[in-house]
Nanobody, 116 residues
Framework: QVQLVESGGGLVQPGESLRLSCAAS????????MGWYRQRPGTQRELVAS???????DYTDSVKGRFTISRDNAKNVVYLQMDNLKPEDTAVYYC??????????WGQGTQVTVSS
């Protein structure tokens, strides 16, 4: 069982930055693939960025060049650095972990609001 706790959300103006963190419980974090999803009001949850246990990264087109996903296996944390934020980035952001057996775990979410 893995527990995920997100933090770092908030209210920022367009063009500003935020860094989200997702802290994971357990001693085998390093073998999990991790991802950040977001859900805007009235829409389905979408994948924003992912990072495998071998550090392969992937991003949805709308955030390429602005968002960076990274992980620190020593601290059991995955980050999402979000730069040049836009109003359309406003959403609840969720952390997801996938085990090698394809067990899926979700965090509780953190709100990001981009508004002037």
């Amino acid at each position: 069982q893995v527990q995920l706790v997100e933090s770092g959300g908030g209210l920022v103006q367009p063009g500003e930055s935020l860094r989200l963190s997702c802290a994971a419980s357990g001693s085998i974090f390093f073998i999990y693939s991790m991802g950040w999803y977001r859900q805007r009001p009235g829409t389905q949850r979408e994948l924003v960025a992912s990072i495998t246990n071998t550090e392969t990264k992937d991003y949805t087109d709308s955030v390429k060049g602005r968002f960076t996903i990274s992980r620190d296996n020593a601290k059991n944390v995955v980050y999402l650095q979000m730069d040049n934020l836009k109003p359309e980035d406003t959403a609840v952001y969720y952390c997801r972990a996938i085990s090698p057996r394809s067990d899926i775990y979700w965090g509780q979410g953190t709100q990001v609001t981009v508004s002037s």
